[in-house]
């Protein structure tokens, strides 16, 4: 085996053995990457919540209020809760719900519900840091 | 809702106009679909909310964008209906008085442009809300204070033009107006007051100019745009101190207001008071059915049992001084005097000093908590406020109060009054509390305000504001030599927006081509 063809040989080992890894370790860049993209969206729609919708759903505000009364206090935030759909948060803000009004497209663009939505459906692993 | 077409508009030209606003401001800030057109509905609507019907609305970003848009609404004449935030809720909201009416939505234009310090002012755009300022003043250290009124989740500027109320001494907001700029319906663009000038250092400084002053013509009219507004901000005090007390019976408005008229006129109160019987701090707190499950009004009896549960007499009085300490504690004691000539009751006294949280300061800390009295009868909830101004005197004051509880029980409803104090009137709001989805309650709400229109143009009192279906009976309350001021009103419209482009029939004011849609 000459030289040229053991350095070439190594190479292709090298590849062959390594090339999983690599993958492996693409794959997880990518959901790094992911992750983040999630963090920081959750982290924008919660600014964004407390921004637009803060004023009635945080502590104390007449969203909770209201909330309490007929769902429970357990259900009143909206930040606490767990059984909301991205669908549905979007739904109520533009039809609105009993005395809470509709909100328009201009002062709350698609762009900007889908972020709220995002906070307020985040998983159980993101719920610890953004609250 | 579907598509009401601007009067006398085609298809083809709305579309048209639609297309070239988009090339104004992107198509993105055109709504037009039969959603967008719900979420610019009335949403506290005192009846059908069909009756005023946003065709479409655009949200410009800048003057120049308003400019050109101004200038495609005169072609195609397609009428437009300004607002700053759209949250006029009691009044119409975000919706326009005309149906068919294009929203200027300003939402977007809500830069804080300058905050002085030194002389005590701001200069805002439209879109800045309460929440936005008060956030800027509180991050900046900036020891300037704003007047708030109750519910602030609408715009600065927006309630300024409409004469809304805070409760600090700088609670008449339309006061603070000085030196705006305004897009003229012909797309011109002006400044008022020293702004006319191209380098005057006192354009937020002193109203008038030379020459006529036009910043209150542009407030509660229909003659242009708003695009900037001066704003006077009250400088934080060293201390306030708050006089607190519970008045148990009915008519103890009267001698209240009368004691408390000479202390606001010589200045010993700086602030406007406003005297509000307890039912409103309880809607705050509360729902009806929680006390009371029967038709008709609550009666005396319920009524008296819940002021007890809740520690409260039949009005509550909150008065609040601002200053230095000393001077504080020596007007303070004026007004107990005053107030000891009429009951043996004495008023809670709470101190703030500067440095402290502005907790009960007395400072205007926006909130929408009084927004909460809209569920009181449950259902979707709403409100409509009857408020006419009256003399500063037990007479007017007991006989208003008494011939609106009346009315207020005739239908059903549950009395919810304040008078609000200044120097020499007061501003009696009275509150309708309803259910939407109860179209029976429904009916006597709009009764009861015509009524109520009825019975105070018969005292001389007309609304210093009003819901925009209600806006033509109103104007024709102003009847002195066969609407003469109202002529005026629309001689001036017609000079300045001769195509009608500009909010059609607010305050009654409608433009030469649809004058027939008066109501």
Same mark, same amino acid.
């Given at each position: 085996?000459?030289?040229?063809?053991?350095?070439?040989?190594?190479?292709?080992?090298?590849?062959?053995?390594?090339?999983?890894?690599?993958?492996?370790?693409?794959?997880?860049?990518?959901?790094?990457?992911v992750?983040?993209?999630?963090?920081?969206?959750?982290e924008?729609g919660?600014?964004?919540?407390?921004?637009k919708?803060?004023?009635?759903?945080l502590?104390?505000?007449?969203?909770?209020?209201?909330?309490?009364?007929?769902l429970?206090k357990d259900?009143?935030?909206?930040?606490?809760?767990?059984?909301?759909?991205?669908?549905?948060?979007?739904?109520v803000?533009?039809?609105?719900?009993?005395?809470?009004?509709?909100?328009?497209?201009?002062?709350?663009?698609?762009?900007?519900?889908?972020?709220?939505?995002?906070?307020?459906?985040?998983?159980?692993?993101a719920?610890?840091?953004?609250? | 809702?579907d598509?009401?077409?601007?009067?006398?508009v085609? *298809?083809?030209s709305f579309?048209?106009?639609?297309? $070239?606003?988009?090339?104004?401001?992107?198509?993105?800030?055109?709504?037009?679909?039969?959603?967008?057109r719900?979420?610019?509905?009335d949403?506290?609507?005192?009846?059908d909310?069909?009756?005023?019907?946003?065709?479409? *609305?655009?949200?410009?970003?800048?003057?120049?964008?308003?400019?050109?848009?101004?200038?495609?609404?005169?072609?195609?004449?397609?009428?437009?209906?300004?607002?700053s935030r759209?949250?006029?809720l009691?009044?119409? &909201?975000? #919706?326009?008085?005309?149906?068919?009416?294009?929203?200027?939505?300003?939402s977007?234009m809500?830069?804080?442009?300058d905050v002085?310090?030194?002389?005590?002012?701001?200069?805002i755009e439209?879109?800045?809300?309460?929440?936005?300022?008060?956030?800027?003043?509180q991050? %900046?250290?900036?020891?300037l204070?704003?007047?708030?009124?109750?519910?602030?989740?609408?715009?600065v500027a927006?309630?300024?033009?409409?004469?809304?109320?805070?409760?600090?001494?700088?609670? %008449?907001?339309?006061?603070?107006?000085c030196?705006m700029?305004?897009?003229?319906?012909?797309?011109?663009?002006?400044?008022t007051?020293?702004g006319?000038m191209?380098?005057?250092?006192?354009?937020?400084?002193? /109203?008038?100019?030379?020459?006529?002053?036009w910043d209150?013509?542009?407030?509660?009219?229909?003659?242009?745009v708003?695009?900037?507004?001066?704003?006077?901000?009250?400088?934080?005090?060293?201390a306030?101190?708050?006089?607190?007390?519970q008045?148990?019976?009915?008519?103890?408005?009267?001698?209240?207001?009368? #004691?408390?008229?000479?202390?606001?006129?010589?200045?010993v109160?700086?602030?406007d008071?406003?005297?509000?019987?307890?039912?409103?701090?309880?809607?705050?707190?509360?729902?009806?059915?929680?006390f009371y499950?029967?038709?008709?009004?609550?009666?005396?009896?319920?009524?008296?049992?819940?002021?007890?549960r809740?520690?409260?007499?039949?009005?509550?009085?909150?008065?609040?001084?601002?200053?230095?300490d000393e001077?504080?504690e020596?007007? *303070?004691?004026?007004?107990?005097?005053?107030?000891? /000539?009429?009951?043996?009751?004495?008023? *809670?006294?709470?101190?703030?000093?500067?440095? @402290?949280p502005?907790?009960?300061?007395?400072?205007?800390?926006?909130?929408?908590?009084?927004?909460?009295?809209?569920?009181?009868?449950?259902?979707?909830?709403?409100?409509?406020?009857?408020?006419?101004?009256?003399?500063?005197?037990?007479?007017?004051?007991?006989?208003?109060?008494?011939?609106?509880?009346?009315?207020?029980?005739?239908?059903g409803?549950?009395?919810?009054?304040?008078?609000?104090?200044?120097?020499?009137?007061?501003?009696?709001?009275?509150?309708?509390?309803y259910?939407?989805?109860?179209?029976?309650?429904?009916?006597?709400?709009r $009764?009861?305000? /015509?009524?109520?229109?009825?019975?105070?143009?018969? @005292?001389?009192?007309?609304?210093?504001?009003?819901?925009?279906?209600?806006?033509?009976?109103v104007?024709?309350?102003?009847?002195?030599?066969?609407?003469?001021?109202?002529?005026?009103?629309?001689?001036?419209?017609? $000079?300045?927006?001769?195509?009608?482009?500009l #909010?059609?029939?607010?305050? &009654?004011?409608?433009?030469?081509?649809?004058r027939?849609?008066? #109501?």
């Open positions: 085996m000459s030289a040229r063809f053991r350095i070439l040989a190594a190479a292709l080992f090298a590849i062959a053995v390594c090339a999983p890894a690599v993958a492996v370790a693409g794959a997880a860049a990518r959901a790094g990457r992750a983040d993209e999630d963090a920081s969206r959750i924008q919660k600014t964004l919540f407390h921004a919708c803060g004023y009635c759903h502590e104390g505000g007449t969203g909770t209020t209201m909330l309490g009364k007929r429970g259900r009143a935030l909206l930040e606490d809760r767990t059984d909301l759909r991205a669908d549905y948060i979007k739904h803000v533009r039809s609105g719900i009993g005395s809470m009004p509709r909100h328009n497209r201009i002062e709350v663009p698609d762009s900007e519900l889908d972020l709220i939505a995002a906070y307020l459906t985040r998983p159980a692993s719920r610890g840091a953004a609250k | 809702m598509l009401i077409l601007p009067l006398g085609s *298809a083809k579309q048209q106009a639609l297309d $070239a606003f988009a090339g104004v401001v992107g198509k993105e800030w055109v709504l037009s679909t039969n959603e967008d719900d979420t610019y509905l949403a506290f609507a005192p009846g909310a069909s009756s005023h019907v946003a065709s479409a *609305a655009v949200g410009p970003q800048s003057v120049e964008e308003i400019q050109a848009i101004v200038r495609i609404a005169n072609e195609h004449k397609v009428p437009l209906w300004p607002i759209g949250k006029n009691g009044y119409g &909201g975000c #919706a326009p008085r005309m149906s068919g009416t294009v929203v200027l939505d300003l977007r809500n830069r804080i442009l002085d310090e030194r002389f005590g002012y701001c200069v439209p879109g800045v809300g309460f929440f936005d300022l008060y956030n800027y003043l991050a %900046n250290k900036i020891p204070w704003m007047s708030v009124p109750a519910n602030a989740w609408g715009s927006g309630n300024a033009l409409e004469r809304g109320y805070g409760y600090t001494p700088y609670g %008449n907001n339309t006061n603070n107006i030196g700029e305004i897009v003229l319906a012909n797309g011109e663009l002006i400044r007051g020293t006319a191209a380098n005057s250092p006192c354009w937020h400084l002193f /109203k008038y100019g030379f020459g006529p002053s209150q013509v542009f407030v509660q009219s229909n003659y242009g708003v695009t900037k507004m001066g704003m006077w901000l009250m400088p934080e005090p060293e306030t101190l708050g006089l607190s007390m008045l148990p019976n009915p008519d103890d408005i009267g001698w209240a207001i009368d #004691a408390l008229r000479p202390l606001r006129l010589n200045g109160l700086t602030q008071p406003s005297l509000g019987n307890s039912i409103r701090v309880v809607t705050g707190q509360a729902q009806r059915t929680e499950q029967g038709d008709g009004a609550m009666p005396d009896d319920v009524l008296l049992a819940l002021l007890k809740y520690g409260l007499g039949w009005w509550g009085i909150n008065l609040r001084l601002y200053g230095y001077i504080n020596v007007n *303070a004691r004026l007004i107990k005097e005053a107030f000891a /000539k009429h009951t043996d009751r004495e008023f *809670a006294v709470s101190k703030w000093h500067k440095g @402290e502005l907790d009960n300061s007395g400072a205007g800390v926006p909130t929408v908590a009084p927004l909460q009295a809209v569920n009181w009868r449950g259902g979707r909830g709403g409100h409509l406020g009857f408020s006419p101004v009256l003399p500063s005197s037990s007479e007017h004051v007991l006989k208003q109060f008494h011939s609106t509880k009346k009315r207020f029980e005739e239908v409803l549950d009395y919810f009054g304040s008078f609000t104090l200044s120097e020499r009137y007061v501003t009696n709001v009275n509150l309708m509390l259910d939407q989805d109860d179209p029976a309650m429904m009916t006597k709400v $009764a009861l305000f /015509k009524v109520l229109v009825e019975d105070a143009q018969k @005292e001389g009192y007309s609304e210093y504001r009003t819901h925009i279906s209600y806006m033509d009976e104007a024709h309350t102003f009847n002195y030599n066969n609407h003469a001021l109202l002529r005026l009103n629309e001689t001036v419209k017609d $000079a300045l927006d001769p195509n009608g482009i #909010a059609p029939g607010k305050q &009654g004011i409608w433009p030469k081509a649809l027939e849609n008066r #109501a």
